[in-house]
């Protein structure tokens, strides 16, 4: 399942734009109608795309604690691009490797994290816009490392560690990435936390033990933890803002297929 | 304010280091542990409701090097703003039971300081050889 890096790496990244600039609009305009008329459907597809702009979709996000501690507070920050039927939101993430990292090391975990980030995130919710012009998109969801332009930037450590969003251990398991990346994408943590009102206990209003890749999978079991559709409809509430349209977020019909694991090393001989 | 301990450690075996990691609902748990002056190691776990302990001891040399890392350290609190999944840190210094001297921080803050960092990273090591590998990030799911 290993990729190159190369393969996976793009500078720099976007805010706004990071193929050619875009035509302006009625040259655009212009074109297109030639290649209608021409025929060359291919052509204009391509061009459509080259004019289309991504949007950024941010939210401050923040989950108070008890009295005398800090909040736990963030700005998530991702990508959307609607093509045909497709939502398809991206993450461009920097990793910034740190001293005693080597370079397979990272590449190793880039490419693990984002096998278990589409395993847990892609194709797992379906977006229905309202409004003029009904439509259904499946969510895709990617991460895309960059060199510059992130929407994050995560220092990568050697070793074990406890992980967060903007801190990954060479060591750690994917799912953890996975679970921090969906921080990334404005989700809150659902496990218990007795110094945060909402998750103080397990009957408090953010705590889920259903298997949520938001929730305490360590004692659940990793392997079933999944995306649920209260993530499904927060993320769409943020698209929603962003995009100035409405959509309503439900559960994929037929999730795609689970990756396979990595590979196991071929024992020494 | 700093940590306060009597040096060397391994001279006051009425002594005793807590350092309090985690939380019990979240990875491997809550991670206590616990160093006599006279070198008696405690571990205990708390996972989701379920506990595990661990027993071992030290020499003295060590005894003293965790007294070193601990005295005089100075611990920010929680008071700051975070990333989710933040790790809490509790120091405290115990005689006969009643707290001495003790303080908090965020795990993260330990990639700022170099001494509280060198006091997990001890942390670490100290667990990690009282209980097998198995703490402070070996294990997972349900104990028992």
């Known amino acids: 399942m290993r990729e190159p890096a190369a393969a996976s790496e793009r500078a720099p990244a976007p805010q706004t734009r990071r193929r050619s600039p875009p035509q302006p609009a009625a040259e655009a305009e212009r074109i297109l109608a030639l290649q209608r008329a021409a025929g060359n459907r291919a052509v204009a597809r391509t061009l459509a795309t080259l004019a289309r702009t991504p949007t950024q979709v941010t939210n401050a996000n923040r989950e108070e604690r008890r009295a005398g501690l800090g909040a736990i507070a963030w700005t998530s920050a991702y990508e959307v691009d609607f093509v045909g039927t497709e939502c398809r939101l991206?993450?461009?993430?920097?990793?910034?490797?740190?001293a005693g990292v080597?370079?397979?090391?990272?590449?190793?975990?880039?490419?693990?994290?984002?096998?278990?980030?589409?395993?847990?995130?892609?194709?797992?919710?379906?977006?229905?816009?309202?409004?003029?012009?009904?439509?259904?998109?499946?969510?895709?969801?990617?991460?895309?490392?960059?060199?510059?332009?992130?929407?994050v930037a995560i220092n990568l450590h050697p070793g074990t560690?406890?992980?967060?969003?903007?801190?990954?251990?060479?060591?750690?398991?994917?799912?953890?990435?996975a679970h921090e990346l969906g921080h990334q994408?404005?989700?809150?943590?659902?496990?218990?936390?007795?110094?945060?009102?909402?998750?103080a206990t397990a009957t408090s209003p953010g705590v889920h033990s259903d298997h949520s890749i938001m929730g305490n999978y360590y004692t659940?079991?990793?392997?079933?933890?999944e995306a649920k559709l209260r993530h499904g409809q927060r993320i769409a509430a943020h698209i929603c803002a962003a995009t100035g349209r409405t959509f309503t977020a439900s559960m994929a019909a037929t999730p795609a297929p689970a990756a396979p694991p990595p590979a196991a090393p071929a024992p020494a001989r | 304010m700093s940590l306060e301990i009597p040096q060397p450690f391994a001279g006051h075996p009425d002594l005793t280091v807590e350092i309090t990691?985690?939380?019990?609902?979240?990875?491997?748990?809550?991670?206590?542990?616990?160093?006599?002056?006279?070198g008696r190691v405690e571990v205990l776990n708390r996972r989701a409701g379920e506990e595990q302990r661990f027993s071992g001891r030290l020499d003295a040399s060590d005894v003293d090097a965790l007294g070193a890392d601990v005295a005089g350290l100075r611990l920010p609190g929680r008071g700051g703003d975070t990333e989710?999944?933040?790790?809490?840190?509790?120091?405290?210094?115990?005689?006969?039971?009643?707290?001495l001297s003790a303080g908090e921080a965020w795990d993260g803050r330990r990639?700022?300081?170099?001494?509280?960092?060198?006091?997990?990273?001890?942390?670490?090591?100290?667990?990690?050889?009282?209980t097998g590998g198995r703490l402070p990030y070996g294990d997972e799911g349900p104990i028992g």
Request: aromatic residues 8%; glycine residues 8%; without cysteine.
């Open chain 1, 102 to 151: 080597t370079e397979a090391e990272e590449n190793s975990v880039k490419s693990v994290t984002r096998a278990e980030f589409l395993r847990i995130w892609d194709n797992k919710f379906r977006l229905t816009e309202s409004g003029a012009a009904t439509a259904v998109y499946t969510l895709r969801v990617n991460v895309t490392y960059v060199t510059s332009g992130e929407h």
């Open chain 1, 185 to 199: 994408l404005g989700l809150l943590d659902e496990y218990v936390d007795p110094d945060v009102p909402n998750r």
């Open chain 1, 220 to 225: 659940e079991g990793r392997a079933a933890a």
């Open chain 1, 161 to 177: 560690g406890h992980d967060n969003r903007r801190k990954w251990f060479v060591n750690s398991n994917a799912t953890d990435r």
């Open chain 2, 84 to 99: 989710p999944d933040e790790t809490p840190v509790l120091v405290a210094v115990r005689r006969d039971g009643e707290v």
């Open chain 2, 111 to 130: 990639y700022e300081d170099a001494r509280l960092d060198g006091l997990l990273r001890r942390f670490d090591a100290i667990v990690s050889d009282v």
């Open chain 1, 90 to 98: 991206n993450i461009n993430a920097k990793i910034i490797r740190e």
């Open chain 2, 21 to 38: 990691t985690g939380t019990e609902h979240w990875r491997a748990g809550e991670i206590a542990l616990a160093v006599g002056g006279d």
